[in-house]
């Protein structure tokens, strides 16, 4: 049995394949069973990765169901599909009934909706409850608050008793297996008023009116936050949850702190993808050659188009490159210098986009530094560059052109890398979406306009 080669895997986890593979090709399943009962899914999940098809569906077909759910969570999301299209509606259901509603939202929402229903259909039977909370999730979209958010929270009435509430809480234990670090308090009409820390709570006698001690001064979202500002504010306010409220205030769910670290690896990952024209549905390796295909040729042949814009403005300059030679060599240097600087601008900004870093006049300010930014490289680019020209070719003269060139050329990359962030985020666009591709196409028409440009209107004194 072979598994994928990997000099990255550590030492631990590559013994561990090897054990897993011994217990596979052995046919001991009772030891099989056993190891994997000590694993955590995640672990498991990850061993997966590792083995041959047929040696994972042994593996799965012996995973206890209530840990399959938690298992098939943590695989990747192609595999993950893969798996669950080989079950039918009835075994799918039984897994998904083992995860938390808003797990189970995500792992429904992947199925086509013919056997999304069906699994829906077989949840009902069993608990009709807990299926019409996950059917309620599947109404948001998955990249907001409420496509985040899960309905496990405990609330409470704010005339409850501190005895009261920790009983509330003694019950959400024993029936859901959840994590509680706040109590949310609600009126009659379930609006959110307070909420009440668990440390506040187990501090106040038993028979402490919750309303005495609560604290009114909630944050909470919308169910139509976009999660990466939801992120944001967790992370800025160090919040273990946010409640989800209604356009009324009514407590709907609550996003929790282990959502953010995959929020922000999603929003970080669909920014590096946008940047170059390429999209988050191939974010994968085992991407199908030809979805990738369909993904990245739009964006090329946009590049394409962009790139025949760039050497119309050459073609306009062929008597001035045909007299003096050194320019076409030397061209691709003041273009490149600039696509590379103006991506850079872009990185910062998007960056700083995506941390909600922008407040009154920071993008003025933001503007201001990446010129500067960019007039001091220019000139210290130009300077390096004009010396280096000067010695390869001899000529003084070809030196301060070129040097001329890459000083306004990182200039407007300075400009450009800011701009377009900004305008794309006014225009209600990811600011990353093909921020790379737009912004070399500028500087590239730049750099060759001005270095050529200048080229022509100084030609005779290049030549004397």
């Known amino acids: ?21 011994t217990l596979v090709e052995s046919g001991d399943y009772g030891a099989l069973r056993d190891r994997l009962s000590d ?28 840990r399959l759910g938690e298992t098939v969570l943590h695989l990747p999301e192609e595999q993950r599909e ?18 938390d509603p808003d797990d189970a939202a995500d792992v429904i929402s992947e199925l086509s909706d013919e056997i999304a229903e069906q699994v829906l259909g077989q949840m ?3 608990d009709s409850e807990s299926t019409d909370e996950i059917r309620e999730l599947l109404r948001y979209d998955e990249e907001t608050a409420g496509g985040r958010m899960t309905t496990d929270y405990v609330s409470i009435q704010q005339d409850e008793t501190v005895a009261s509430a920790i009983e509330n809480i003694r019950d959400a234990v024993r029936e859901y297996e959840i994590d509680i670090y706040v109590l949310y308090v ?8 307070a909420f009440v820390r668990l440390q506040d709570l187990v501090l106040h006698s038993p028979q402490t009116l919750v309303s005495s001690f609560m604290v009114r001064d909630v944050i909470t979202v919308t169910a139509d936050e976009d999660q990466e500002l939801v992120a944001q504010l967790m992370q800025r306010y160090d919040l273990i949850h ?28 669909e920014d590096i993808l946008y940047m170059v024209g390429v999209t988050d549905d191939e974010e994968s390796p085992s991407t199908p050659a030809f979805l990738s295909l369909r993904r990245r040729l739009p964006w090329l042949i946009m590049n394409l188009g962009t790139a025949f814009i760039a050497s119309m403005v050459v ?14 060599a030397l061209m691709p240097i003041v273009a490149g210098m600039g696509g590379n600087a103006a991506v850079q601008s872009i990185v910062v900004m998007v960056r700083s986009i995506a941390l909600g870093d922008f407040g009154s006049g920071s993008k003025v300010r933001a503007l201001v530094k990446e010129v500067t930014v960019g007039l001091m490289n220019g000139l210290v680019l130009g300077l390096l560059a004009g010396f280096v020209v000067w010695g390869m070719w001899g000529s003084f003269r070809l030196g301060i052109l070129i040097a001329l060139a890459m000083f306004v050329n990182l200039i407007v990359a300075g400009l450009v890398g800011t701009t377009i962030p900004l305008l794309l985020r006014k225009l209600k666009f990811d600011p990353a979406l093909s921020s790379g591709p737009i912004a070399t196409t500028f500087t ?17 004194w290049l030549l004397t």
């Open 315 to 328: 073609s306009q300059f062929e008597g001035t490159i045909g007299r003096v030679t050194a320019l076409a």
């Open 186 to 193: 609600v009126d009659a009409e379930e609006k959110l008023v």
């Open 242 to 269: 946010v409640p989800v409220v209604d356009n009324d205030n009514h407590l709907l769910g609550i996003v929790t702190f282990d959502d953010i670290a995959e929020i922000i690896e999603e929003e970080a990952s």
């Open 82 to 99: 893969e798996y669950l299209d080989e079950l039918g509606p009835s075994r799918i259901a039984e897994i998904v009934d083992e995860l």
């Open 1 to 21: 049995m072979q598994h994928q080669e990997n000099q990255t895997i550590p030492t631990v986890a590559r013994e561990m394949i090897d054990e897993i593979e």
């Open 124 to 126: 009902q039977q069993v």
């Open 444 to 460: 590239d028409v730049c750099g060759f306009l001005t270095f050529l440009g200048l080229a022509t209107l100084t030609l005779s």
């Open 39 to 66: 694993l955590h899914p995640a672990d498991i999940a990850g061993l997966l990765e590792y083995l041959q098809e047929e040696e994972r569906h042994i593996l799965l077909s012996l995973i206890e169901d209530n």
